[in-house]
C-alpha cells in the first residue's frame, strides 16, 4: 500500500548564500506547469527532498519532479500555451538556466517517455533535455524518449525541433526523429512514415545493445559525464574570480564611502557592485544546472548500469567485462564526488 506524509509543506522561499560578500537573494520560484490529469501511481518530489502523491491542481515550479509508475500517467498544463504529456515509468524534472542574461526554463526527461504540444510560444523559447542532449522548439508538437543507458530519441509530430548533443546540432521536422547515444553527437535523422514508437520496445533494445558492449556503452556515459564536469569546473573557476573582484570592490566601495561620503558611494555600489552581484547569481545558477544534469546521469543511468552488469557477474554470466566496468566506472564516480557532489546538496541526493 502507498504510503505518503499526511502533509509535506512547500518550502515558501529559498534563500541562497553566494559567498562572504553576496547578500542578494535569488528571485522567488514562480509557477512553470500545474497538473491538469492524473492517473494511477503518480508521485511529486520537492527540492526539499519531501516526496508527496501528486494531486490534480499541484503547481510545479523550478525544481520540482514528477515520477510515475508502471500504471502512471500525468497531464501537465503551462499557463495555457503547452500541454505535456508524462507516460509511465518517467522521471520528469523542472530546472533553469540562465542564457544571454535571459532565465529559460528546461523540461528534463531522465526516464521515460514525454509528449509536449506546444500550441503556442512567448518569450524564450522552452528547451527540452534528456541526460545525452536538448532540443529547441518551434510552434510544435513531438515526443521524447529516454532509455536507460542514455540513449534519446526525439520524434516530431509536427513544427520544428532542433536537437544537440556535442555541440552537433540535427533539425527535425515534421514525421522525423533522431536518436542520440550518451557522448555522441545526433545521429541520422529517420522518417517515422506514420509508424508509432513503442518505448518499451525501444528501450529494450537499446538496453540489448549496451549489454552486448557494455564497456563502449560506459565510455558513452563517461563522455557525457566528463561534458558536464567540465561546465562545472569552468562556472566554478568563474564563481571564483567574480567573488575575488567583489570582495575588492568592497574594499573599494568602504574608502569612498570614508573619503567622498555616501552620494559617491551609493553611486559606485549601483554601477560596479551590483553588476558583479547579478553575474554571481546567475554562474550560482548555471553550476547548479550543469551539476544536476551530472547527478541525473549518475543516478538514472549509471547507477543502474552497473547493477545490472553485477548482477550478471554475480551469476557468473559476465565474468570478462566485469573487471574492466568496475574499475571503468569507479573512475567515474570518483570524477562525480570530486567535482560534483560538493555542488549539490542533501536534499538533492
Avoid: C
Amino acid at each position: 500500500m502507498r504510503k505518503h506524509p499526511v502533509f509535506s509543506p512547500r518550502r515558501l522561499s529559498v534563500l541562497v548564500v553566494l559567498g562572504l560578500f553576496f547578500a542578494a537573494a535569488l528571485p522567488s520560484a514562480a509557477q512553470v506547469a500545474s497538473i491538469d490529469y492524473l492517473q494511477g501511481w503518480v508521485d511529486l518530489r520537492y527540492p526539499s527532498g519531501d516526496v508527496v502523491e501528486a494531486m490534480i491542481g499541484d503547481e510545479l515550479e523550478k525544481d520540482d519532479t514528477v515520477i510515475t509508475g508502471d500504471d502512471g500517467t500525468a497531464t501537465l498544463a503551462r499557463q495555457g500555451a503547452a500541454e505535456i504529456v508524462i507516460n509511465p515509468n518517467t522521471v520528469f524534472s523542472i530546472r533553469e538556466i540562465d542564457s544571454g542574461g535571459q532565465k529559460e526554463t528546461v523540461m528534463h526527461t531522465a526516464l521515460g517517455s514525454v509528449k509536449f504540444k506546444f500550441m503556442r510560444l512567448f518569450g524564450i523559447e522552452p528547451k527540452i533535455s534528456t541526460p545525452s542532449s536538448v532540443a529547441g522548439v518551434r510552434g510544435t508538437e513531438f515526443t521524447v524518449y529516454a532509455g536507460d543507458e542514455g540513449s534519446a530519441l526525439f520524434t516530431v509530430d509536427s513544427g520544428e525541433v532542433m536537437v544537440t548533443s556535442q555541440g552537433i546540432p540535427v533539425v527535425l521536422y515534421e514525421g522525423e526523429g533522431v536518436e542520440v547515444k550518451a557522448g555522441r553527437a545526433p545521429g541520422e535523422k529517420f522518417e517515422l512514415k506514420g509508424r508509432p514508437i513503442d518505448y518499451s520496445s525501444w528501450a529494450d533494445e537499446k538496453q540489448a545493445e549496451f549489454s552486448a558492449d557494455p564497456i563502449a556503452g560506459l565510455r558513452g556515459i563517461e563522455r557525457q559525464m566528463d561534458g558536464y564536469i567540465r561546465e562545472v569546473e569552468n562556472l566554478t573557476l568563474a564563481y571564483e574570480d567574480n567573488k575575488a573582484l567583489l570582495k575588492e570592490n568592497v574594499e573599494e566601495l568602504k574608502k569612498i564611502k570614508e573619503l567622498h561620503g555616501s552620494d559617491e558611494s551609493d553611486k559606485y555600489y549601483r554601477e560596479e557592485i551590483v553588476p558583479l552581484e547579478k553575474q554571481g547569481s546567475v554562474i550560482f545558477l548555471n553550476r547548479r544546472y550543469w551539476s544536476l544534469s551530472s547527478y541525473s546521469l549518475k543516478r538514472y543511468i549509471g547507477a543502474k548500469q552497473y547493477a545490472l552488469m553485477k548482477a550478471k557477474w554475480l551469476t557468473g554470466k559476465d565474468n570478462d567485462n566485469f573487471e574492466e566496468y568496475n574499475s571503468m566506472y569507479n573512475d567515474i564516480l570518483d570524477k562525480f564526488n570530486e567535482y560534483i557532489i560538493i555542488h549539490l546538496s542533501t536534499e538533492d541526493i
